[in-house]
């Protein structure tokens, strides 16, 4: 069974054309003129229940517009989606009741003037949750986001990180089984972040809920997904594990010594010296050398530690950004 099915989805716009100058102009008022925009063209790909999902690609490549489409905001112009079995464009209140769509950078709509705990009431009224069920996933997220010296506090006097903190419960107050979350921390400092992701982890561990998220910060990426779907110029040209495209397109990994007493010329015959300081080196080297390169410095050096890592990840999603995946 799966939460999430999009089949030869195509999106386009239509754009108005408009020449320069005041004639180019007045005649676009009676004369109108378009050209076919295309966002997202021939995207396919399927999300189990309960997969946290990594929707990655540059500015303009689609993310957004397939999430709205999935969420019911936008009608493609062809293909098939269904979300929970259901057509999102549909909009039906059974359907919206078990989704959210959350954007970092519209944390929290409707009035500001309003305290965060009249908003989860009025959330309550509007998902019809239970008395019961509002009172434990209540308690529950103010426990889990750290909400209980907000709720008395109206939302124009929130931070944008404290604003994500509540737009988020106010999203899983109604315990949704599948969330798209567009930029969950964009704008937040590395601790606001580090709990947006944590939190987001917990949530679809112990609710079972999907996931599909995109973001420009790897950091994202790399702790919540493990299968990534990269799209660009409204395709997809990667759908897969994130460890096997890093392999595919990184032909190296470093390794990071520990060795007070190296000589670096000895160090150069076994990689690429990317980085040395205070006796910790780290070397470049290709990924079939590995296990020979690591057993030959064990060997014949002083290694008081040694580590093993997979090269950056933003340096790989550039790549495939730049090169294709191929």
């Known amino acids: 069974m799966t939460a999430v099915v ?11 054309i408009r020449g320069s100058g ?19 063209q ?16 540059p500015n303009g490549a689609g993310k957004t517009t397939t999430m709205k489409i999935l969420s ?32 970092g950078s519209q944390p929290v709509g409707g009035s500001q003037e309003l305290t965060v705990l009249d908003t989860l009431q009025y959330q309550r009224l509007l998902y019809d949750v239970p008395p019961a069920d509002y009172r434990r996933n209540l308690d529950e997220l103010t426990e889990l986001l750290d909400l209980k ?21 106010l999203s899983l107050l109604y315990r949704p089984e599948v969330m798209f979350l567009d930029e969950p921390t964009l704008g937040l400092d590395v601790t606001g972040a580090t709990t947006m992701r ?9 609710a079972g809920a999907t996931v599909l998220l995109t973001s420009h910060y790897m950091a994202d990426v790399a702790s919540l997904c493990p299968r990534l779907v990269l799209i660009d110029k409204g395709k997809v040209q990667y759908d897969g594990q994130l460890d096997q495209l890093a392999a595919k ?51 014949e050096l002083e290694v008081a530690d040694l580590a093993v890592e997979e090269a950056p990840l933003e340096a790989v999603i550039d790549r495939a950004y730049r090169e294709g995946v191929g």
């Open 6 to 16: 999009v089949e030869d989805l195509y999106m386009t716009y239509r754009a108005p």
């Open 22 to 40: 005041w004639k180019e102009t007045l005649s676009s008022v009676f004369n109108r003129r378009y050209r076919e925009v295309p966002a997202v």
């Open 42 to 57: 021939n995207v396919s790909f399927a999300l189990a229940p309960g997969e946290v999902v990594g929707f990655i690609g």
């Open 72 to 103: 019911g905001l936008l009608h493609a112009t062809s293909g098939h989606v269904r979300v929970l079995g259901y057509s999102p464009w549909q909009r039906r209140s059974d359907f919206l009741r078990r989704i959210a769509f959350i954007r």
């Open 149 to 169: 010296d907000l709720l008395q506090r109206q939302l124009r006097a929130l931070s944008l990180g404290e604003k994500m903190r509540a737009g988020l419960a």
């Open 198 to 206: 944590r939190f987001v982890a917990g949530y679809a561990e112990r």
């Open 249 to 299: 397109l990184s032909p190296y990994k470093l390794l990071r010594l520990t060795a007070p007493n190296a000589d670096e010329e000895r160090l150069k015959e076994a990689g690429e010296v990317v980085e040395a300081s205070n006796g910790t080196w780290v070397l470049r080297v290709p990924r079939e050398e590995v296990a020979r390169t690591t057993a030959r410095l064990l060997t």
